[in-house]
């Protein structure tokens, strides 16, 4: 049996987890807004490589490790679905996601009419919880993408299975984080027709 080195498979775990602390910002910014030095380190793709950081998720404690800017660009095209070019996605969206939720914080309450409020507050509410809904939908694409290149290189029908088996599994494991009712695929495909602005005559 093949025994992997146990840096690579440290870097593979570290990677990965980093990934995952990026993602969870962007959903829950509200639970990381305080710290400043994490708020710092987003800035910067050297600093964000470095960063040892540990947090929980999903009831379970994980943990980043610091790694070199060159390690962090090498295992993410190896491992992420859309390589560095995500990784940076991630970390942009981490840092974008706290800095608006500070400003909504920071923002001097002008409003005196408490029905207004309400509804502005409402209203907030709901754009936050869509643009989470676009974030998760957009990783489970990335899955897709990344899962029909592989079935397509597949050179075995029952290792072509499984890879498309995978996918599956993955893709719903990350629909399964949205609300209702977007936290599942749907059987029927909506003709998308009616919904292009084109010209009937071109």
């Known amino acids: 049996m093949h025994r992997v080195d146990p840096r690579v498979k440290k870097n593979n775990d570290g990677l990965l987890v980093l990934a995952d602390l990026l993602r969870n910002i962007a959903l829950e910014p509200q639970s990381y807004a305080d710290d400043a ?3 710092e380190t987003l800035k910067d793709q050297k600093r964000t490589a470095a960063l040892e950081y540990e947090f ?3 009831g379970k404690k994980r943990a980043t490790h610091k790694m070199s800017i060159n390690t ?3 295992y993410a095209d190896r491992l992420l679905d859309d390589g560095f070019e995500g990784f940076e996605r991630l970390r942009i969206g981490a840092y974008d996601a706290i800095i608006a939720y500070k400003k909504r914080e920071d923002e001097p309450n002008r409003r ?3 029905g207004l409020a309400k509804t502005v507050g409402t209203l907030e509410e709901q754009l936050e919880a869509q643009r989470k809904v676009n974030f998760i939908l957009l990783q489970a694409v990335s899955a897709a993408m990344h899962g029909i290149k592989t079935v397509r290189n597949g050179d075995k029908s029952a290792l072509r299975k499984k890879h498309a088996d995978d996918a599956m599994e993955r893709i719903r494991a990350i629909l399964s984080l949205n609300p209702h009712p977007f936290e599942q695929p749907v059987d029927n495909v909506v003709n998308i027709d009616k919904f292009r602005g084109h010209n009937d005559n071109e």
């Open 72 to 74: 962090l660009k090498s």
């Open 112 to 114: 005196t009419k408490t």
């Open 37 to 39: 030095v994490l708020l």
């Open 56 to 58: 929980k998720l999903d």
